[in-house]
């Protein structure tokens, strides 16, 4: 079989094999937007973007968002998700991802073997980069995978005062005397796609290990909706 086949064959039998959840966390609070995970999007409430790309994906088993808001958990049933009621310690704006999934998976009677985090503020990632974000997962030896865009690699040129005094590069004393073009790439992370193992998840209490890796996506798909500003870019892309 060629290497082609084989990989695809490794990768339906991951498919088949591997239970995977989807945690899609939208609290009723925002300190940006009001509502802001129910406000009007091309038609539909913000979150609704998100919960469709879910459930459309090959991978995932079960889709459950987590709220503390009424209004948001009966959106989420009118759009086919489960729902999972966040008590009001876990949905104050410090609060973290991490307590979130947690709090979904500590109370649900059932075993995963992966879950995704959906942040329902990416509504232009959908579910073709879902699937393939598991396809690159599930083709490599990695426990984890966390999406970014690329970012600008200036930042490895600059300096920091170490504690006698004197200033040393941020990352090494090499990149602030080099050309830009050859520094290395640079990414950060964009908040649309988080997949990690279970045990992995539990085991650090993050969605980063030692073996994540990256899912590159374009500046467009990366926009995180924070802002009335961002809100009119996102609508302007969609109607595009």
């Known amino acids: 079989m060629e290497n082609g086949g084989l990989g695809t064959l490794l990768i339906k039998t991951e498919q088949m094999t591997k239970s995977v959840l989807s945690v899609i966390p939208g609290r009723g609070g925002s300190k940006g937007i009001s509502k802001k995970n129910i406000i009007d999007l091309a038609g539909k409430p913000l979150i609704a973007w998100t919960i469709e790309a879910s459930i459309n994906s090959k991978y995932i088993n079960k889709t459950i968002v987590s709220s503390d808001s009424n209004e948001v958990l009966e959106i989420a049933k009118k759009y086919k998700a489960e729902v999972s009621i966040r008590p009001k310690n876990l949905a104050s704006d ?10 979904v ?33 599930f083709s490599s030896s990695a426990s984890a995978l966390i999406s970014l865009q690329e970012y600008d690699n200036k930042a490895l040129k600059a300096f920091k005062e170490n504690d006698l005094g004197f200033i040393e590069g941020i990352s090494n004393n090499k990149y602030p005397f080099m050309r830009r073009q050859d520094l290395p790439k640079t990414y950060l992370s964009n908040g649309a796609i988080y997949i990690i193992k279970v045990d992995e998840f539990f085991k650090n209490n993050s969605f980063y290990t030692d073996k994540t890796i990256p899912f590159v996506m374009d500046e467009k798909r990366s926009i995180d909706l924070d802002t009335y500003k961002d809100l009119e870019k996102i609508s302007l892309e969609i109607k595009k």
């Open 94 to 103: 410090i609060s973290s991802s991490e307590s979130v999934v947690k709090h």
């Open 105 to 137: 998976l500590d109370n649900i009677n059932e075993k995963f073997d992966y879950v995704i985090l959906l942040q329902p503020t990416s509504p232009l990632r959908n579910t073709k980069d879902i699937d393939d974000a598991f396809k690159k997962l």
